[in-house]
């Protein structure tokens, strides 16, 4: 991760919360929308006028002129001809956009599919100011290519820039074969693999194994889901013997133990196979200390906290009103009080390294499926707005994660003194309930700049489904320097006869 990334991190982290509108905007494409099919209304010319430009160790107070979608200066006092429209960011913060690198936007699981498609979605994350997002291709029956397809179907109504992870649920000669042309040909740098959810995504050691090796060998990084699915589905079995069948048996049938174990177990066998790892959704301090442990010893581990798991406890399990409860179900669960303040202890001191949202939203009527069973509730809340997601570290996007010139012009500029309330009827996701409803906070995104264009001002979106761009990534991040000597040092240490 960049400095400057880390930087707008850890100062979104330090807000209650980022972005909201007061609007009532509810996102269905593409009426109540305004502009073009582009970016936006706004000309290829933007001025932001008198804002303080937050970088990297330092801040300054400066004028940003945007011209064809790139930063083209930084400095006080630019001079600008009529043709360009002019943005007044004095008093407030200019920033790079965001980058969530963790969402599920139109998956089907547990069957059913999230209510937020590749439009809605987008359109709230960019009124959060989100500028990228990362989400996961889930293979169909098994197949990679399939998966691939069917999402890049999925996509087509996209309106920001979006990359992939991939899935791997099952292991063949063929599921081989596709991790290759993911990586060479589709764009593709990450695989994850699910520890728990067993009988659906649910994988084995010798699963992970195998998938571990093929990612080192194209240099994908590997991603893993990290609870023990036996012990999950032990404990689930033990919930509804005793009689527990609410909210609460969801938390109780996975506690950190489970996860803290199926996080030490991915990193020791990454370790083995000499790999870097990622770990998506760290929710507890028995898988934060993992993680903290190996970091400390060297190995390659990057550890990502996520919204809910950040500012949320598990009490509202218990609520006795079903339809409340039953919105905060996720996995890993949302912990105990005081897992969450650990947690952003190691994101300030970099044991972990950035933060997603796990945007995975169901409705109250899909969350009711449930309703006499924990096991059958949808697992997944409610994150892209707010947000105070920023960079995927191991994860390239070029030119972004800074105010400077030759930057791509993804921009966000947030007021530090304005305020705003959450709540469902302003939230412009399409779920009907929201995990933050009522919390207040300081600090709101004003104006997003996407790709040069204005795309969220004054409480309207300015964008159209279709006009989101893929971004492929590239094999090899820098979290494979190194891995060649230690392998030569592994095989040098060896005393066969």
Not at 226 to 252: C, S, W, Y
Not at 400 to 410: E, K, M, N, P, R
Request: hydrophobic content about 40%; some cysteine.
């Amino acid at each position: 991760m960049d400095h400057s990334s880390q930087l707008f991190a850890l100062f979104l982290l330090l807000l209650p919360f980022t972005p909201l509108s007061e609007s009532n905007q509810y996102c269905e494409a593409p009426s109540g929308y305004v502009g073009e099919i582009g970016y936006g209304v706004s000309g290829s010319k933007i001025l932001i006028k008198g804002g303080t430009v937050v970088n990297a160790h330092h801040q300054e107070i400066a004028d940003v002129y945007v011209e064809d979608g790139i930063i083209a200066a930084v400095q006080p006092n630019i001079k600008v001809g009529d043709d360009v429209t002019v943005v007044d960011a004095t008093g407030k913060f200019v920033m790079p956009g965001g980058i969530d690198p963790h969402t599920h936007l139109a998956m089907e699981f547990m069957g059913t599919e999230t209510i937020d498609d590749f439009f809605s979605g987008q359109a709230a994350a960019l009124a959060g100011g989100t500028t990228m997002h990362i989400d996961f291709v889930i293979p169909v029956g098994g197949s990679l290519s399939a998966g691939f397809e069917a999402y890049e179907k999925k996509a087509k109504n996209a309106c920001m820039d979006y990359g992939f992870h991939m899935a791997i649920t099952k292991w063949d000669e063929v599921v081989s074969r596709e991790m290759e042309i993911m990586v060479k040909e589709k764009g593709i740098n990450s695989f994850k693999f699910f520890m728990a959810y067993k009988g659906s995504l649910m994988i084995n050691d010798d699963l992970l194994l195998e998938g571990f090796k093929k990612c080192k060998s194209l240099g994908a990084l590997a991603m893993v889901h990290a609870e023990n699915g036996d012990a999950v589905f032990e404990g689930q079995k033990r919930m509804i013997e005793l009689g527990i069948t609410g909210p609460e048996g969801h938390a109780l049938s996975r506690p950190p133990v489970l996860e803290g174990e199926a996080t030490a177990r991915a990193i020791r066998l990454a370790d083995f196979m000499n790999t870097p790892l990622y770990v998506v959704h760290v929710m507890s301090i028995d898988a934060m200390e993992e993680i903290a442990r190996a970091r400390k010893s060297g190995q390659k581990v990057v550890g990502e906290p996520v919204v809910s798991g950040l500012v949320l406890d598990e009490s509202a399990h218990w609520n006795p009103d079903f339809n409340i409860a039953s919105r905060y179900v996720m996995s890993p669960p949302i912990r105990a009080a005081g897992h969450g303040k650990a947690l952003q202890a190691a994101l300030s001191t970099g044991v972990l390294q950035l933060v997603g949202t796990d945007h995975c939203v169901f409705n109250s009527t899909q969350k009711a499926f449930g309703i006499n069973d924990f096991r059958k509730i949808p697992n997944g809340v409610n994150g892209v707005w707010p947000n105070i997601s920023h960079r995927l570290c191991p994860i390239d996007k070029h030119r972004v994660g800074a105010i400077l010139v030759g930057s791509d012009a993804d921009i966000i500029i947030l007021n530090p003194n304005s305020s705003f309330e959450i709540s469902a009827s302003s939230h412009h996701s399409r779920t009907d309930t929201n995990v933050y409803e009522g919390r207040r906070g300081k600090g709101k995104v004003e104006v997003t700049i996407a790709g040069g264009k204005i795309v969220w001002q004054n409480d309207e979106l300015k964008v159209t489904p279709g006009i989101g761009r893929y971004v492929e990534m590239p094999p090899f991040n820098y979290l494979f320097s190194g891995i060649d000597k230690a392998d030569a040092k592994h095989l040098s240490s060896l005393r066969a006869p």
